[in-house]
């Protein structure tokens, strides 16, 4: 009988080892856990620089920056092009997608228009004036909120049921060139292309600047933004490949900054950042082109 217990108090020690060993380890292989290129999908020939891309849970819709701009549907379960539509004559230089689940909009910028286009069947259903050079966009499921590449920047508001540009809003001196926006249902957070960055907060209800936060100096030119519910994301992303990117978190409730990572060497010039929940995916414009992942907690880069 003491044999047994013994036994059995061993087994338990042992299991709570592994366990231990277990949980801790997983917390290092997580930092060394390689990212895994899976597949990919080469575009037609004219599908050129694809600025933009969003999805519906099945298709990726890509956005081509061409003259006209075209948009591509790609199936995502095995990456294979299963449509396309190209934009009227004059709706070129696309640089950003967003989706409602049953349309896509697209800012061109040659003239300013968003552009609707029905993701079933890839035609295009509708258009809209926008503000010259449309950048970055973004939707909350009854609207659209477009930023431009102008000093100031401004945002342009679109009912998309119908295609009504409403009024929209033009931040303050200094708060120039924005190339990346996002929002929380109450409010857009917009990225200033300037030195240092900028992030505004925007009421979205009436249009009303409500807040913004200065980055530090060096974290200039933000171009990507992303947000998980709480906090903001965004990317620095360096003048020069010399200058490794930095990302920068910031909550969202009063505009505080709250963290930062330093990529490493040669990861550089971020594009645009996205996440899902746990980690921040930051795609840098550097040739080839690098995506690197940052754990949000704590704001480490693990792969």
């Known amino acids: 009988m003491l044999r047994l217990e013994l036994s059995r108090e061993i ?15 997983s917390r290092h292989v997580e930092n060394i856990r390689p990212m895994i290129r899976n597949s990919t ?19 990726c819709y890509a956005i081509c920056n061409t003259n006209p701009g075209r948009i591509v549907k790609i199936r995502m379960s095995d990456m294979v092009r ?47 004036t926008a503000n010259d050079n449309p950048t970055a966009i973004t939707h909350d499921g009854i609207h659209c909120y477009v930023t431009t590449n102008l000093i100031p920047a401004r945002i342009t508001k679109v009912r998309t049921s119908d295609m009504v540009r409403l009024p ?7 708060e120039n060139m924005s190339f990346g ?8 957070y917009v990225a200033c292309n300037t030195n240092p960055g900028r992030i505004v907060k925007v009421r979205m209800s009436d249009m009303v600047r409500v807040g913004s936060l200065t980055l530090a100096v060096g974290e200039h030119s933000v171009r990507g933004i ?10 620095s992303i360096g003048y020069d490949l010399t200058i490794p990117a930095r990302v920068i978190k910031i909550r969202m409730s009063d505009m505080v900054r709250v963290g930062s990572v330093t990529l490493a060497a040669g990861e550089s010039l971020v594009r645009n950042i996205t996440n899902d929940g746990t980690h921040c995916y930051v795609a840098c414009n550097t040739n080839p082109g ?6 949000m907690s ?6």
């Not at 004219?46 to 999805?55: A, M």
């Not at 929209?168 to 200094?174: E, K, M, P, S, V």
């Not at 992303?226 to 990317?235: A, F, P, R, S």
């Open 11 to 25: 087994l338990q020690l042992l299991s709570g080892v592994k366990v231990f060993m277990s949980i801790n380890l």
């Open 41 to 59: 999908v080469i575009l037609n020939t004219g599908e050129d620089r694809p600025f933009g891309i969003t999805h519906d849970g099945m298709h």
């Open 82 to 128: 299963v449509g396309a539509v190209t934009l009227a004559t004059g709706e070129g230089g696309g640089t950003d997608i967003t989706n409602d689940g049953t349309h896509c909009y697209v800012g061109c910028g040659i003239p300013p228009v968003v552009v609707k286009v029905r993701m079933s069947d890839m035609v295009r259903v509708g258009v809209t």
């Open 168 to 174: 929209g809003i033009q931040l303050l001196t200094g």
């Open 181 to 188: 926006i996002t929002h929380d249902g109450i409010h857009c």
């Open 226 to 235: 992303n947000h998980d519910g709480t906090h903001c994301y965004v990317g």
């Open 290 to 295: 690098r995506i690197v992942k940052v754990r």
């Open 298 to 303: 704590d704001m480490v880069r693990v792969g």
